[in-house]
């Protein structure tokens, strides 16, 4: 894989098929290297570290709930370091606290600055993982986004599926975001009317977004992780399987092609 990327997985994907730990070996034996935990797996982060090990997987990164990271620090920091991540990602503002008007954003952007200054004085980093509304204009024409990521301190996760949902094309922000971009949720979206029964959500590499060039796009822009997801599969296996043969064929394609030695 490009870059010594590893393949990962997000074990929010799992969580409809409990005991999510329960997968981990069968995500090893699938070929992935790396999975990215959330809150709801952290009540004994010692405990999940063993059963990580066992099966030959890390997790370099992990969702954190915005009330943690702002109220208790030190015990995201705590988890983090038991579980070997180097990225802390907090993955939504709950509706009831979400900004609505552009100066609450922008506020909203000082927070975040302040949690990626804290966490990176303790040797770690930290992203924003976007939904689709972050990518929905303002009043003022301006978009969440660019209010979240106004500090340079500030990384992102780009849910690209997401992006697309707001109807906003990916790569453009990819490319923008160079530099910035710390890690990708590999996400597919089902054609117009598929998969009702998993809320229009599909395997990666069989919906709509193109992941052949956005997954190129996404190296391109530094990128360090690209972590499959899928927000409501009706057969989680079936997700992974799938999901890993595509990043396989995408990574494929990134590799460069050997030269010929000159004669």
């Known amino acids: ?41 952290y009540d004994d982060p010692s405990a999940l570290r063993e059963t990580l090990d066992e099966s030959d997987l890390t997790a370099l990164s992990g969702h954190f709930s915005l009330h943690m990271l702002e109220t208790d620090p030190d015990a995201a920091c705590r988890i983090a370091e038991t579980l070997g991540m180097r990225l802390l990602v907090c993955p939504f503002a709950p509706v009831e606290a979400r900004p609505v008007v552009t100066d609450e954003w922008r506020r909203f952007g000082d927070r975040l600055a302040a949690i990626a200054r804290l966490l990176r004085s303790r040797g770690f980093g930290f992203a924003w993982h976007n939904h689709d509304y972050e990518f929905r204009p303002l009043r003022d024409g301006s978009m969440p986004i660019q209010h979240i990521a106004a500090d340079p301190a500030v990384h992102l996760q780009v849910d690209v599926a997401w992006v697309a949902l707001a109807g906003i094309d990916p790569q453009p922000w990819l490319e923008g975001y160079a530099g910035r971009i710390a890690a990708i949720h590999v996400k597919d979206i089902a054609p117009r009317g598929g998969r009702p029964g998993e809320d229009g959500w599909a395997d990666i590499g069989a919906g709509i977004v193109p992941w052949p060039k956005l997954w190129k796009t996404a190296i391109t822009a530094g990128a360090s992780l690209l972590v499959a997801e899928h927000d409501n599969p009706s057969d989680f296996d079936r997700f992974a399987r799938r999901s890993i043969d595509a990043m396989r064929a995408f990574a494929a394609m990134t590799k460069p092609e050997p030269s010929t030695p000159a004669r």
């Open 1 to 41: 894989m490009a870059r010594d990327l590893p393949f990962s997985i997000q074990l929010h994907s799992a969580r409809l098929f409990p005991p999510v730990t329960d997968h981990l070996p069968r995500l090893a034996a699938l070929g992935y290297t790396n999975v990215e935990p959330t809150e709801t797996l």
